[in-house]
Structure formats: structure tokens, C-alpha cells
Nanobody, 115 residues
Framework: QVQLVESGGGLVQAGGSLRLSCTAS????????MGWYRQAPGTEREMVAR???????NYSDSVKGRFTISRDNAKSTLYLQMNGLNPDDTARYYC?????????WGQGTQVTVSS
């Protein structure tokens, strides 16, 4: 089992920045990838950014160039630096871990961007 706790969400004005953190605990052996997903009311959960165990990253087209995913293995923490936020980025952001065919999710952290 892997437990995930997100933090760093909040209310920010358009053009502002936030950094989300996700602290992982439990059995970390065999993790294939970690990522950030988001879900706005009435929409499906979508991938925002993902980083593999080898360090490869990919981003959704909507955040490419504005968001950066990174990790600190020593702290078992995943980050999402979000710059140039706009109201379309308003959603609940979830941390995700892929481990041996299973997906683990945190409870999410709310990001609200005002215009």
C-alpha cells in the first residue's frame, strides 16, 4: 500500500503561481511512475503531468510550458510548480502513484484561480 497526502492548494489570482506537494509513505518499492491529475466539477479526471521512475516527464498540452513536475526521492515527495495560472486551471488536484499495475490516489487539494 502507498499513502499519499497532497498540500499547497489555495486561491490565487490569474497569472499567479502555486506549488503543490505530495508526500508518499508506505511501500515505495516498485513504483513505475508518479503524476498529478485534476478534476473540475462536471468533468472527467485528466492527467496534468507525469514522471516515470527513469525521470521522463510528460505534460498535458494545456499546461505545457507553465507547469513543472519534479520529485525529491530522499523526501518521498512529488511537486508540481504551477506558473501562469488561469481560471481554466481551477480544479481539485490529485497525486497518483503507479505501482505494479495498481494506482494509488491522494485525497486531493483544491486550486482555485480567480480572474
Amino acid at each position: 500500500q502507498v499513502q499519499l497526502v497532497e498540500s499547497g492548494g489555495g486561491l490565487v489570482q490569474a497569472g499567479g503561481s502555486l506549488r503543490l506537494s505530495c508526500t508518499a509513505s508506505g511501500n515505495m518499492f516498485g513504483i513505475n511512475a508518479m503524476g498529478w491529475y485534476r478534476q473540475a466539477p462536471g468533468t472527467e479526471r485528466e492527467m496534468v503531468a507525469r514522471i516515470t521512475s527513469g525521470g521522463s516527464t510528460n505534460y498535458s498540452d494545456s499546461v505545457k510550458g507553465r507547469f513543472t513536475i519534479s520529485r525529491d526521492n530522499a523526501k518521498s515527495t512529488l511537486y508540481l510548480q504551477m506558473n501562469g495560472l488561469n481560471p481554466d486551471d481551477t480544479a481539485r488536484y490529485y497525486c497518483n502513484v503507479e505501482r505494479w499495475g495498481h494506482r494509488y490516489w491522494g485525497q486531493g487539494t483544491q486550486v482555485t484561480v480567480s480572474s
